[in-house]
Nanobody
């Protein structure tokens, strides 16, 4: 059974930082591209960042580029999202997801999803 479990969310002041974690029970985790998405109240789920199987390649949404960093540890079956300089527009539920191909930014292109972790940025 495939499981993706996010953690690390919480309440933070504007300008602060948080680090999100996604623990995966995927077989052959290192063969999956991993991504982070987020969904704010009343909005569609949107792409945030993705990382290739090896971790050598990453892509980011324009809104987070330069502030967020995605990384992974294949030995621990874990992917991370370091979020710095947070602002109120970053408030959302954050989801991690797994796909077989790198560079995908649509939710339909990901095969597995976690339940999400809430990030709230207070101004």
């Amino acid at each position: 059974q495939v499981q993706l479990v996010e953690s690390g969310g919480g309440l933070v002041q504007a300008g602060g930082s948080l680090r999100l974690f996604c623990a995966a029970s995927l077989r052959s985790f290192s063969r999956y591209c991993m991504g982070w998405f987020r969904q704010a109240p009343g909005k569609e789920r949107e792409f945030v960042a993705a990382i290739s199987w090896s971790g050598d390649s990453t892509i980011y949404a324009r809104s987070v580029k330069g502030r967020f960093t995605i990384s992974r540890d294949n030995a621990k079956n874990t992917v991370y999202l370091q979020m710095n300089s947070l602002n109120s527009e970053d408030t959302a539920v954050y989801f991690c997801a797994a796909a077989t191909l790198f560079g995908r930014q649509k939710t339909s292109e990901y095969d597995y999803w976690g339940q999400g972790t809430q990030v709230t940025v207070s101004s």
